[in-house]
Nanobody, 121 residues
Framework: QVQLVESGGGLVQAGGSLRLSCAASGRTFIYYTLGWFRQAPGKERDFVAAISQSGGFAQYADSVKGRFTISRDNAKNTVYLQMNSLKPEDTAVYYC??????????????WGEGTLVTVSS
């Protein structure tokens, strides 16, 4: 099992940047694909990005390509989501997830509690 704790959410103006972090516990961190989902008010939870165990392959939702970058530091058991050029429609609760599936077929098996990102216009 792995426990996930997100941080880094907050309020930012449109066009600004935020970096989310997700710290994982457990010695098997390196065996999991890690990723991010988000859920806006009144909407379903959607895939945002995922990264392979080694960090060599990443997958992104079309809505965030070119603006968001996912990365991981296996020595620190942490995955990051750098979000640039933020838009009001990026406002959501962002969830970190871990899975044994690859990034291009990512479904979370383990979940964090979420961190709120609010982008003002």
């Amino acid at each position: 099992q792995v426990q996930l704790v997100e941080s880094g959410g907050g309020l930012v103006q449109a066009g600004g940047s935020l970096r989310l972090s997700c710290a994982a516990s457990g010695r098997t961190f390196i065996y999991y694909t890690l990723g991010w989902f988000r859920q806006a008010p009144g909407k379903e939870r959607d895939f945002v990005a995922a990264i392979s165990q080694s960090g060599g392959f990443a997958q992104y939702a079309d809505s965030v390509k070119g603006r968001f970058t996912i990365s991981r530091d296996n020595a620190k058991n942490t995955v990051y989501l750098q979000m640039n050029s933020l838009k009001p429609e990026d406002t959501a609760v962002y969830y970190c997830a871990a899975s044994s599936r690859p990034p291009n077929n990512f479904i979370g098996d383990y979940w964090g509690e979420g961190t709120l990102v609010t982008v003002s216009s």
